[in-house]
């Protein structure tokens, strides 16, 4: 039987965190900030300019983001309120279950939501460049960073994040070197951000003919997509561009024509690359913005002790951090060193089902901040 006063006591805290969330929110002034963009949006000419229209497309996408959800919330804890109420007057016990039932729903709705404001860094609401690197061993690292590129490409379709390849490097007789994505999506860069580190994997290797135990190595790496960055480049004395052909996907024109742009920034030694636009102009401007996020994470390592630990000389993760480690042999567990969390669904994990190491290291971030 549902204890019928627990429920009350139940309700009164659903409402006092939704009010405690739209303080920190400051909701009023993110409905304020909608509907100016509502308003630009229904300005004639508004579609002129694409690349500013879009942006204010982003903006209030975000926006409702973090709005809607609260709202729906809202809402749904109001009809706890009077659903409880009339029970309480001739309600039976099938109400009540039925009241425990949404009770135990809009928590779990509220918990994630108050998870999303743990992401309360400048970057962390907007878009980022993901990037996978096989650590050292050749095929078999090559082959788990490709591994790890199906995982997050899985974790993309599931969340409804829009992947698009700006980069990739396939590995001589299997796997990948390296891939590149631009992600697009709600908090995109403050999840993502939480799986930047070396990922190792233990299993029985489809490449070894004796069917040894091997261990491999990936590195994640994940960029803010940043619009203005007050950072100086000399770009003519500092930076060095080379071109060439892709060698990807894309027909006879991308792989016949040198499209495909190289930056390397000679002071620090960081080199990005892009070459998934068929224009040599686009794929400039793209790894401009990438070489001048690099430079600006790279300034931010210096003055942030945890990211510090994450970053080598030139920019790139270094291998010695380790976050989570795959065992697919002799058993099977995923387990994060930073939070401890285990599971043994090697293959729902595999598969893109990785939000609750996501969410577990956003808790131990934020406990860890109020220490």
Same mark, same amino acid.
């Given at each position: 039987m549902v204890e019928r006063e627990s429920l009350k006591q139940s309700i009164d805290s659903l409402r006092a965190r939704i009010v405690s969330l739209r303080d920190s929110l400051d909701l009023p002034a993110r409905q304020a900030e909608m509907a100016d963009l509502e308003t630009r949006m229904g300005v004639p000419g508004f579609w002129n300019n694409q690349e500013a229209a879009q942006a204010v497309v982003a903006k209030l996408k975000a926006a409702k983001g973090v709005v809607t959800p609260v709202q729906e919330i809202s809402r749904g804890v109001e009809d706890l309120e009077t659903l409880h109420e009339l029970a309480e007057e001739d309600g039976g016990d099938d109400t009540f279950a039925e009241i425990a039932?949404?009770?135990e729903r809009i928590e779990g709705d509220l918990d994630r939501l108050e998870l999303r404001t743990m992401l309360s860094g400048p970057h962390d609401a907007g878009n980022c460049y993901f990037a996978i690197h096989a650590g050292a061993g050749g095929t078999e690292s090559c082959d788990w960073a490709e591994m790890l590129l199906r995982m997050y490409l899985r974790y993309f379709e599931r969340n409804g994040y829009?992947?698009?390849?700006?980069?990739?490097?396939?590995?001589?007789?299997?796997?990948?070197?390296?891939?590149?994505?631009?992600?697009?999506?709600?908090?995109?860069?403050?999840?993502?951000?939480? +799986?930047?580190?070396?990922?190792?994997?233990? *299993? %029985?290797?489809?490449?070894?003919?004796?069917?040894?135990?091997?261990?491999?190595?990936?590195?994640?790496?994940?960029?803010?997509?940043?619009?203005?960055?007050?950072?100086?480049?000399?770009?003519?004395?500092?930076?060095?561009?080379d071109t060439f052909c892709a060698s990807g996907a894309g027909g006879q024109h991308v792989n016949k024509t040198a499209s495909a742009v190289r930056l390397v920034h000679k002071p620090t030694g960081i080199v990005v690359q892009c070459q998934n636009e068929r224009s040599q102009h686009k794929n400039r401007a793209e790894a401009r913005k990438m070489l001048a996020a690099k430079l600006y994470q790279n300034e931010q390592a210096k003055r942030d002790a945890e990211l510090a630990k994450?970053?080598?000389?030139?920019?790139?993760i270094a291998f010695g951090n380790q976050i989570r480690s795959y065992v697919l042999y002799p058993y099977q567990l995923v387990r994060?060193?930073?939070? +401890?969390?285990?599971?043994?669904?090697?293959? *729902? %994990?595999?598969?893109g089902e990785i939000q609750e190491f996501i969410d577990a290291y956003l808790r131990h971030r934020a406990s860890a901040k109020k220490r």
């Open positions: 039932r949404e009770v829009k992947a698009q390849e700006v980069d990739r490097l396939d590995g001589e007789e299997a796997g990948i070197r390296s891939a590149t994505l631009y992600v697009t999506g709600p908090c995109a860069y403050g999840y993502l951000s939480c +799986e930047r580190g070396v990922h190792r994997l233990v *299993r %029985i290797s489809p490449y070894d003919s004796q069917s040894r135990r091997h261990t491999s190595f990936a590195s994640v790496d994940v960029i803010p997509e940043m619009e203005d960055i007050d950072i100086d480049i000399d770009w003519e004395k500092d930076v060095r561009e994450m970053y080598g000389e030139k920019g790139e994060d060193e930073r939070t +401890e969390l285990k599971s043994p669904h090697t293959d *729902r %994990i595999l598969d």
